[in-house]
């Protein structure tokens, strides 16, 4: 694990405390619990946008989004209103959704809830609100870095490869949504046993 923390990383951080437990409260679990859906979730919708940015139409498509809805945006804002209900270019979760994993959507949502033990409802609507936030996140630090279309799609690139090498629950979540043949079976296993992953541990 190299001392440069991935995105996905540094998102996680960036949900530590009041948000998290803004999201626990929203889904109805226990903190811990919505610690370890995220530390799941996080890094399958960020290899998910890795994966699609590998295309250049694809790179071409996330950079138009994140620019024309999502620049400037602030992190705990966006978390506000998808959670309060607002429904704009910036906070609609399932229409991004629909773009990040196309036809793979419900099996990423089956996937999220056998590998964290939420019910498929609560799987769904944690990736629906992460995934803006995941967006507002991005635009950021493409803003942050000067980036252009292809050199988000290095950057995004480069955390899938870090996400895959790195196992764990999230890794194998994101091979197990992208890389199936569609027959449905996620090869999850190990993944039950997902600790505190991304956020953990620290009380």
Do not use: C, W, Y
């Not at 998290?20 to 530390?39: E, F, M, R, T, Y």
């Amino acid at each position: 694990m190299s001392n440069h923390a991935s995105l996905t990383e540094q998102l996680a951080t960036q949900l530590q405390g009041a948000p998290l437990q803004q999201l626990s409260q929203q889904l109805g679990i226990d903190q811990n619990q919505a610690s370890s859906a995220v530390s799941a979730a996080l890094p399958l919708l960020m290899g998910a946008l890795g994966r699609n940015s590998a295309q250049p139409q694809g790179a071409e498509a996330l950079f138009g989004a994140l620019q024309r809805n999502h620049s400037g945006l602030d992190i705990g804002s966006v978390l506000g209103a998808v959670m309060g209900g607002s429904s704009t270019p910036q906070t609609n979760g399932a229409g991004m959704l629909g773009h990040i994993f196309g036809g793979n959507q419900p099996r990423a949502e089956q996937g999220l809830a056998q590998a964290t033990g939420l019910d498929g409802d609560r799987a769904g609507q944690l990736l629906k609100t992460l995934a803006p936030i995941v967006m507002a996140f991005l635009a950021q630090r493409m803003a942050q870095g000067g980036q252009d279309a292809s050199g988000l799609s290095r950057t995004l690139g480069q955390e899938q490869q870090q996400i895959a090498q790195q196992g764990g629950v999230g890794g194998g979540l994101l091979g197990a949504v992208l890389d199936q043949d569609g027959d449905g079976q996620l090869g999850l296993g190990d993944l039950l046993k997902i600790g505190g992953g991304l956020l953990g541990g620290r009380r």
